[in-house]
């Protein structure tokens, strides 16, 4: 069981836009920055969002993050078929002085 | 861009013991904090172990502490993590990974391509 909650699954068309939230339910990641994966199975993971909403070079601006209190959400928007992909959050936990991950959300481009 | 390769994976009987490396290139390794996380098929990303860029500091999982040993040798490029004694619930494709920064609570930010472990009788 991941200690950050996200929804197995979220789907969209083209062009949509699409969010992916990230609880931490009551857990102790408190003030850590939470940061966004994206694997496609086969592949290396890519880091598409740190620090809670900062985009590394090379990532689309389609792609943004933000982190309201607890929870945290990524927004893709103008949905491509690339996007089809498993996406995960990821934040250091001081309880457990480990990084912790989400359980995954599978983004079906439909 | 920054290349980190993966090798060591194979079939290992339970109870057995594995060293996996990671091969680093194109950025300066010795600045970075490294990390490796490994995926059962089908399931979650799941936290292994990290090492600061000194290698001074590590850290594990509960789920591997005891058994599994992390280091890194600066003047080679190279990230080890020795496995032993090895459990069925550690197969898994364990990935190499690059910190944003020297400290480990900075955020993944390359992943390798992934080498994978089996454990079985």
């Known amino acids: 069981q991941s200690v950050l909650t996200q929804p197995p699954s979220a789907s969209g068309t083209p062009g949509q836009r699409v969010t992916i939230s990230c609880s931490d339910g009551g857990s102790s990641i408190g003030s850590s920055s939470v940061h966004w994966y994206q694997h496609i199975p086969g592949t290396a993971p890519k880091l598409v969002i740190y620090?809670?909403?900062q985009r590394p070079s090379g990532v689309p601006d389609r792609f943004s993050g933000s982190r309201p209190g607890g929870s945290a959400s990524l927004a893709i928007s103008g949905l491509q078929s690339e996007d089809e992909a498993d996406y995960y959050c990821?934040?250091?936990?001081?309880?457990?002085?480990?990084?912790?991950f989400g359980g995954g959300t599978k983004l079906t481009v439909l | 861009e920054v290349e980190l390769l993966e090798s060591g994976g194979t079939l290992v009987q339970p109870g057995g013991s594995l060293r996996l490396s990671c091969a680093a290139s194109?950025?300066?390794?010795?600045?970075?904090?490294l990390s490796w996380v490994r995926q059962v098929p089908g399931r979650a990303l799941e936290w292994v172990s990290s090492v600061t860029a000194s290698g001074r500091t590590t850290q594990y999982a509960a789920s591997v502490k005891g058994r599994f040993t992390v280091s890194r040798d600066n003047s080679k490029d190279t990230m080890y993590l020795q496995m032993n004694p090895l459990r069925t619930d550690d197969t898994a494709v364990y990935y190499c990974?690059?910190?944003?920064?020297?400290?480990?609570?900075?955020?993944?930010?390359?992943w390798g391509q992934g080498t994978l472990v089996t454990v079985s009788p």
């Open positions: 194109k950025f300066p390794f010795s600045n970075y904090a």
């Open positions: 990821a934040a250091w936990d001081d309880s457990l002085n480990g990084w912790v």
């Open positions: 990974v690059k910190h944003l920064y020297s400290g480990t609570y900075s955020g993944f930010h390359y």
């Open positions: 620090t809670n909403d």
